[in-house]
Nanobody, 129 residues
Framework: QVQLVESGGGLVQAGGSLRLSCAAS????????MGWFRQAPGKEREFVAS????????????NLADVVKGRFIASRDNAKNTIYLQMSSLRPDDTAVYYC??????????????????WGQGTQVTISS
């Protein structure tokens, strides 16, 4: 069993930054592909980023343009059983509930919600214009 707890959400103005954290319980953290998703009101849950099991550098993003601009940067710290999502230059359309998730599927890249067995409760991110 894996329990995930997100934190770091809040209300910021457009152009601001937030750093989300997701702390995981259990000894299987390093063997899990970890992902970030978000869900805006009335929309489906969408993939943001994932970090492959056993790696801190195999990171996948939904939007590489955001990575190039430094807007969304995902990372993991296996010693702390924690993943992070550093978000910068935030826009109103980034407003959503952000979820972290853990996948125990071998070889999981983590782009699809159905790959994940464990989900956090979500943290609200609201960007004002």
């Amino acid at each position: 069993q894996v329990q995930l707890v997100e934190s770091g959400g809040g209300l910021v103005q457009a152009g601001g930054s937030l750093r989300l954290s997701c702390a995981a319980s259990g000894r299987t953290f390093s063997a899990s592909t970890m992902g970030w998703f978000r869900q805006a009101p009335g929309k489906e849950r969408e993939f943001v980023a994932s970090i492959r099991a056993g790696s801190t550098v195999n990171i996948y993003y939904a939007n590489l343009a955001d990575v190039v601009k430094g807007r969304f940067i995902a990372s993991r710290d296996n010693a702390k059983n924690t993943i992070y999502l550093q978000m910068s230059s935030l826009r109103p359309d980034d407003t959503a509930v952000y979820y972290c998730a853990a996948s125990m599927l071998y070889g999981s890249v983590g782009r699809i919600p159905n790959e994940y067995q464990y989900w956090g409760q979500g943290t609200q991110v609201t960007i004002s214009s």
